[in-house]
T-cell receptor, first 110, second 115 residues
Framework: SQQGEEDPQALSIQEGENATMNCSYK?????LQWYRQNSGRGLVHLIL?????REKHSGRLRVTLDTSKKSSSLLITASRAADTASYFC??????????FGTGTSLTVIP | DAGVTQSPTHLIKTRGQQVTLRCSPK?????VSWYQQALGQGPQFIFQ???????QRGNFPDRFSGHQFPNYSSELNVNALLLGDSALYLC??????????????FGSGTRLTVV
């Protein structure tokens, strides 16, 4: 399968702590994205990182990409209760079809 | 600036029936992709429309078809519904022209239940 796989499947942390989730994939990609989904509704785009980039930041989010290991990580710093959601990585090698993993369910305890 | 609008939000159909789901993309977006998300799973790519043509298709049977209109809006049609078609159907818009792909904008989805 070409889809990414997130790890861990579930993560529970205290508010203020950092949350790290990982994504591994199997084929070469031209970009990788991270999305957030609340309560089974629409996904919200967080960050896109291209295959020639190694790290990107957006607010409290930091994404790294290691194409040699075919893996990416998403770090959320100083987590808040509102960060409670499912997080998905999505990969593509064509830019047209994206493969999503099964997601990491993050619970931030106030 | 309106985001992606999907209708209806919920739908219950009987096995064997046909269904049409609708999507209006974000203003300025020209490409619409459809995804199926089963409970507890990640979204699965159905197909993508650009310039009113199907540009790429995922591993879905011909019962799944679509259309894109000149105003970039799109429909997803599913014929001969099966119980396994019960899922959240997500529409995602993006822009293909210009500076390249920068991420999807997703709608809130249509929850289809087949009974």
């Amino acid at each position: 399968s070409q889809q990414g796989e997130e790890d861990p499947q579930a993560l529970s942390i205290q508010e203020g702590e950092n949350a790290t989730m990982n994504c591994s994939y199997k084929t070469s990609i031209n970009n990788l994205q991270w999305y957030r989904q609340n309560s089974g509704r629409g996904l919200v785009h967080l960050i896109l990182i291209r295959s020639n980039e190694r790290e990107k930041h957006s607010g409290r989010l930091r994404v790294t990409l290691d194409t040699s290991k075919k893996s990416s990580s998403l770090l959320i710093t100083a987590s808040r209760a509102a960060d409670t959601a499912s997080y998905f990585c999505a990969t593509s090698n064509t830019g047209n079809q994206f493969y999503f993993g099964t997601g990491t369910s993050l619970t931030v305890i106030p | 600036d309106a985001g992606v609008t999907q209708s209806p939000t919920h739908l219950i159909k009987t096995r064997g029936q046909q269904v049409t789901l609708r999507c209006s993309p974000k203003s300025g977006h020209d490409t619409v992709s459809w995804y199926q998300q089963a409970l507890g799973q990640g979204p699965q790519f159905i197909f993508q429309y650009y310039e009113e043509e199907e540009r790429q298709r995922g591993n879905f049977p011909d019962r799944f078809s679509g259309h894109q209109f000149p105003n970039y809006s799109s429909e997803l049609n599913v014929n001969a519904l099966l119980l396994g078609d019960s899922a959240l159907y997500l529409c995602a818009s993006s822009i293909k022209t210009g500076g390249g792909f920068s991420g999807y904008t997703f709608g809130s989805g249509t929850r289809l239940t087949v009974v």
